[in-house]
């Protein structure tokens, strides 16, 4: 009898708990279903792959147009990375000058989800730009091949996977590692 | 004919007392599990949270209520009963102070964290702190006090990659007491000094960044606070003037670059690696040596000046003058309180074998 009150006791308070749990923070149910495997994770890697081909796409826009913003509202990066790629064909046009970008080829080498809603994707791009005349669109330099890896980091907003930063390095190097921490940070 | 009892759906104090401490346990585990949400930020933080706020509030409640119910009737107690008593009574007290002490937490608890560099000083204040790095209550109050970083000391492992341990020898001045004081801040032990806690967090390595224009003129000479230990860890520098990103490594010596990849022959001393990136497109990936000037498009970078940065931790709460002594009583009355539990029911045992 006593046994049976201690348990009851226990199990009271442990279902109060998971309960508090979910209810007591935004989106502690879906992390919890993400944890327990309970989670569409093969559509997140698909929307994934997606974003990082709409992304490089645009950047090839933006560029060879010479910045005109028409779809920047579908670029799926965030304020600060769009920034900092206007900025670069603003100073380029500053100078009369285009940077022509074109993607050859990518691989996605891994993508690793870190919660319903971060997320790491590394993927190996071969870029080959130009420099051209910013009015006569010219070519004034040699063809500049690029073989990079790419690290994003992703973050799903408003449902849709968004690149809030990316890391450069050349291919063939070791990636330094990245904590859990860090990513869950953004 | 006998009567069976009818059951009561009314829980018994003792029963809600119990399930709000089994409730708030378990709250606090699963909160830790990862289960529910990646990490969580601090116990306090977590206590701080309303759902465990709640289950401490019908704690307290119901150890009020109990308290002042032996109290009352203590001069009705038994002479042989008087040392159960005493210790329920010192039970319901430590829940009590420890409830309190949670809700005291709950409204004066102050955590900031700021970064020095070996040679700054700084007043601590919101502004400097930032508002990512500051967590505080609706009565928190914020340090009155001047720290100057004088020398960091890392304790390093034996294979150089490893930090197990850092001092921060500090200066400490206040607007009550303007002449400094000493102190030797230690990354293991928070160190008491009026009133509040002070304890040092993560170190790294700050650099002195320069940023040239074609025409040789400095656009930009800041310390960057980076993340550039042990040898070979990596971090990023951004200027708002450029669209470019700087990643940086450093290493002690050119001999510690593991496999010497890339490193130039005649490079010897203190290297950093420096790799640049303008957006999508990878335009350096050198070794330079400290004063050395990388070119970057229209621009010229430098580094030298590699100095320790740490992360100083500041912490006050009230709370916890309520809180470690409540949780003593706890472990006294409840130890007490078990034992008295385990000889009754083995008194009663030894009865009821003697009865048959």
């Known amino acids: 009898m006593r046994m049976k009150k201690h348990l009851l006791t226990l199990a009271s308070g442990v279902l109060l708990a998971f309960i508090a749990s979910v209810a007591g923070m935004p989106g502690a149910y879906e992390y919890y279903r993400f944890k327990t495997g309970n989670f569409p994770r093969e559509q997140e890697i698909s929307g994934i792959k997606n974003t990082i081909k709409l992304f490089s796409a645009t950047v090839a826009g933006l560029y060879a147009s010479g910045g005109i913003v028409a779809g920047l509202n579908t670029f799926p990066a965030e304020k600060l990375v769009k920034r900092r790629i206007l900025q670069d064909i603003r100073m380029s046009k500053n100078e009369g000058k285009l940077y022509v970008m074109d993607r050859d080829k990518s691989k996605v080498n891994d993508i690793k989800l870190f919660s319903p809603d971060r997320a790491i994707a590394v993927v190996d791009e071969d870029w080959f730009g130009v420099y051209q005349n910013s009015v006569t669109r010219r070519q004034i330099s040699g063809k500049k091949a690029n073989l990079i890896t790419v690290r994003y980091f992703l973050k799903k907003m408003w449902g849709k996977w968004v690149i809030v930063d990316y890391e450069i390095h050349a291919r063939g190097e070791a990636l330094p590692s990245v904590t859990a921490e860090v990513v869950l940070k953004w | ?124 204040s919101k502004e400097v702190i930032g508002p990512d790095a500051i967590y505080s209550r609706l009565f928190s109050g914020m340090p009155d006090g001047k720290l100057d970083i004088q020398q960091v000391d890392p304790v390093v492992s034996s294979d150089g990659r490893n930090l197990k341990r850092i001092f921060a020898l500090t200066k400490f001045s206040s607007q009550s007491q303007p002449v400094g004081r000493q102190f030797r801040l230690d990354s293991r032990f928070p160190k008491y000094i009026d009133g509040w806690f002070y304890q040092v967090g993560e170190s790294g390595g700050s650099v002195l960044f320069r940023l040239l224009g074609e025409s040789g003129n400095i656009l930009d000479e800041a310390y960057a606070v980076l993340k550039i230990f042990p040898s070979g860890a990596e971090d990023a520098i951004r200027v708002m003037q450029i669209p470019h990103t700087i990643y940086l490594r450093y290493y002690h010596e050119a001999s510690a670059v593991p496999d010497k990849n890339g490193v130039p022959s005649d490079k010897k001393g203190p290297l950093f690696k420096v790799r640049v990136a303008r957006n999508l497109d990878l335009l350096v990936n050198t070794f330079v040596s400290p004063d050395e000037f990388v070119q970057i498009d229209g621009f010229l970078i430098s580094f030298r000046d590699i100095r320790n940065w740490v992360d100083i931790r500041i912490v006050r709460d009230p709370g916890i003058y309520l809180i470690v002594p409540a949780l003593l009583g706890l472990i006294v009355s409840g130890g007490f309180l078990a034992f008295a539990d385990r000889r009754k029911y083995v008194n009663e045992k030894r009865h009821s074998i003697n009865d048959a």
């Open chain 2, 1 to 124: 004919m006998v009567k069976t009892p009818k059951m009561s759906w009314i829980p018994s104090l003792s029963a809600v007392s119990a399930v709000s401490a089994c409730y708030i346990t378990a709250y606090l585990l699963m909160q830790y599990s990862g289960l529910f949400r990646p990490s969580p930020s601090g116990l306090f933080r977590v206590l701080h949270q309303w759902p465990a706020l709640s289950g401490v509030g019908v704690l307290f409640v119901v150890s009020l209520y109990v308290l002042i119910k032996i109290l009352v009737k203590s001069d009705k107690i038994k002479a042989a009963e008087k040392g159960l008593s005493i210790s329920n009574a010192l039970l319901h007290m430590s829940i009590l102070g420890l409830s309190a002490g949670i809700f005291l937490s709950a409204l004066t608890r102050f955590e900031g964290t700021i970064t020095l560099t070996e040679g700054q000083e700084s007043w601590v």
